[in-house]
């Protein structure tokens, strides 16, 4: 019975005393179960991480009770403490009722933010979740270095330009610590040292690079911005430094994010968490290292860690006033979520831009145009082993009607790049999948390719694959062979005839040969000699001279079945040739005489 009586006065207290107090006293359970509780009265949400196993779990919860005890010393100075209160609970229902949720606490109302202006944005639809004063026009900081990264990108003639070297100069070194006057750096390297750790000296290198002049480049910048669609964007230098003629608002420098995702260089360079340069110099070279900016990625609280980040820029500006500038990408289900924070906390705007990409995850709205690996296409390749490559989705595409419009504002379309070379490894970029509302170009998947790409054979430049040239040659072989077989059949056609009339006139002229013997024999021939019936009575010469006869007879015979000519034209020409003979003897023997 005393068992039951405890158990029911500890049931009593739990149900009658407030959550603040029922957390405290479960404080050693929570963390147990590696839940965090928020803030009173802060409206920040802290992100557990189960995946990183029970060292990680154990100082992000210790964090946790720090941030707390903090904010409710500064409840309890503000009087908001019962609002905290309310906010919590509120929390708590809804995570616990939530059957997807995996320990994050998720932030369903708009989190209270330092910064004078900010906006939450789909970066997949354009739609806009949140935003406070997005339209006022404030210094972007660093932000504008993405603004400078397209203009280079997009004045390059292609990616080899990467690898170009460029001079550090006195003016440079004025900037900044890193580079030194004398310093030769890649294309490439600029780059990264400007979009990981944003380099001021970077990017006045890179402007100097990509156009004759400083002011032509900065044309640039605004040329590209009016091209956006920026109406409230202007740039007087390409590093973000504090300006009144180098101003933006939180909207216009969220769809300078958005537009930048879309170049992969900037893409890949704006999630690492740290990169090292090389530097040529003629005292000796050597590496800088650069950290990301980016409190998200690599903030030295794990409260401050979001695991969804996918890139991001800090820049802090002391004049006029002490602000922040923040832009950062968070992608969720391959939706993408960008947060632009103008004139904030330091201290705060890490844990502010959590929250609101937290909101924002829970608020956006998820309308599937296309699946992730979908085939839409094939992309034509120069110089690869093969001519046509599937494109397919990357990821998920989105879009978003506002609740006045229809769905069939919805358009896509597709588009393939006509300047890709191989070789392209798996998952290259070779096209986007856009999709336009009313239009309007609202969100854009990237089309990549599956299968590796190796470099093909010669003929690949002018898009023949190694497949297609080697069937080319089989083709041009087996019409080689067929000439030659004509040719051949031809010949020895021609041989044949010549073999059929050979033998053809041999028999003519054996049949021939064998009527003029039989004539002789028979005495049908008209002799020019003397016939002597007994030829017993014939002189020895008169014998001779026959055989003789008989003998070139046969020798002409022969002689016309060797050449073809008929036996008859040849005994005509002898006959002939014996008179002359005849002729000339008895002409000598006149003159002798």
Known sequence: MSVFLILTLMT????????????????????????????EGSGEAAEAAPAQGDEAAAPESDAANTGNDAAADKAAASDKAAAGNEIDEELEDDTS???????????????????????????????VISEKHSDRKLSPGKITMLMTAMVVIDNMYNDSELKNTVGITEDFESIGRSFKAGDTVTVGDLLSAMLVGGSGQAAEALASYSASSREIFIKEMNSKAMELGLMDTQF??????YSTQNYSTAHDCAVIAQTAQRYQLIKDAFNKRSVTVSVANPDGDRKVNFNSTNPLLVGKKPSELYNLIRGGIQSYLPDPVDATQYAGIATSDDMQLIVVMLDADEDTIAHEAKALLEYGDLKVTRSVIVKAGKRVGRARVRGGSRVFVNAYTETKGFAYVPPEGSPDLVTTEVVMY???????????????????????????????????????????????????????????????????RILYVRKRRARIRAERRQRRISEL??????????????NWEN???PVYADTKNLRT?????????????????????????????????????????????????????
């Open 12 to 39: 009593t207290i739990s149900f009658t005393l407030p959550p603040a107090v029922f957390a405290a006293g479960e404080e050693e359970a929570a963390a147990e179960t590696t839940e965090n509780t928020e803030a």
């Open 97 to 127: 009722s939530d059957p997807l949720d995996t320990g994050l606490r998720r932030q369903t109302t708009v989190p209270e933010v330092s910064a004078d202006a900010y906006i939450v944005m789909s970066g997949s639809t354009s739609e």
């Open 236 to 241: 007087n230098n390409p590093a973000g430094f």
């Open 418 to 484: 006509d300047d890709l070379t191989a070789p392209l490894s798996e998952g290259a970029k070779v096209g986007e999948f856009r999709i336009y509302v009313a239009d309007e170009l609202k969100g854009t998947v990237d089309l990549i390719t599956k299968k590796n790409i190796p470099k093909g054979w010669w003929p690949s430049r002018y898009y023949i694959s190694n497949l297609v040239t080697i069937i080319i040659g089989i083709i041009l072989l087996l019409i080689l062979l067929l000439v030659l």
């Open 509 to 522: 002229a054996m049949q021939q040969l064998a009527a003029e013997e039989d004539r002789r024999r028979r």
């Open 527 to 529: 002799r020019t000699t």
């Open 541 to 593: 010469s008169d014998l001779r001279e026959q055989a003789r006869k008989e003998t070139r007879r046969e020798e002409l015979i022969a002689e016309a079945a060797k050449t073809g000519v008929s036996a008859r034209t040849i005994m005509k020409k002898a006959a002939r040739d014996e008179k002359k003979k005849e002729a000339a003897r008895e002409k000598a023997n006149k003159t002798i005489q």
